[in-house]
């Protein structure tokens, strides 16, 4: 099954996408993430989600050239042509290629990949009824002064 993944603006086939060797999301997981669930084709909270998105690119100087407008309609545009009403939307977001001869990693364009895919549910529909136990792992994630948890990064 192919999924259509917008990059950059455009849309294409999940065959026909790649990302270079040389982008810094590649090498160095220098870049954010957000992934958005649509449930019986109502995306959710999609302002909140892209709110998050831009404090990570904020936090990490990653400065797409998008207004809050482009990144809806890219949203949007993704998520309706994988013709899924179940779905999360996954917008990723690299820090992207360095031009040749500079490592400086503020000449870098950054690379913007969204697709949607089925959303996949753990446990079946009776159970999801009936009601599911979990429990609540008591190990903590990583302190704020090696990777802020506020942002969501690929590293």
């Excluded at 065959?15 to 995306?43: C, L, N, P, W």
């Excluded at 400065?63 to 939307?89: F, I």
């Amino acid at each position: 099954m192919t999924h259509p993944v917008w990059i950059n603006g455009k849309l294409a086939t999940d065959a026909a996408t790649h990302v270079s060797f040389f982008d810094m999301g590649f090498q160095f997981g220098d870049g954010v993430y957000e992934v958005i669930s649509t449930r019986a084709g109502k995306m959710f909270r999609l302002d909140d989600h892209l709110d998050r998105l831009d404090a990570s690119m904020h936090a990490t100087r990653i400065v797409p050239k998008m207004s809050r407008a482009d990144w809806r309609a890219a949203v949007l545009e993704a998520t309706r042509a994988s013709g899924l009403k179940d779905a999360g939307t996954k917008i990723i977001v690299t820090r992207g290629e360095q031009p040749p001869n500079t490592s400086d990693p503020r000449a870098a364009t950054p690379n913007v990949f969204i697709c949607a895919t089925p959303y996949i549910y753990l446990a079946s529909d009776e159970l999801r009824r009936k009601g599911i136990r979990l429990l609540v792992s008591q190990q903590r994630g990583m302190p704020p002064d090696t990777l802020d948890p506020r942002y969501k990064h690929i590293s």
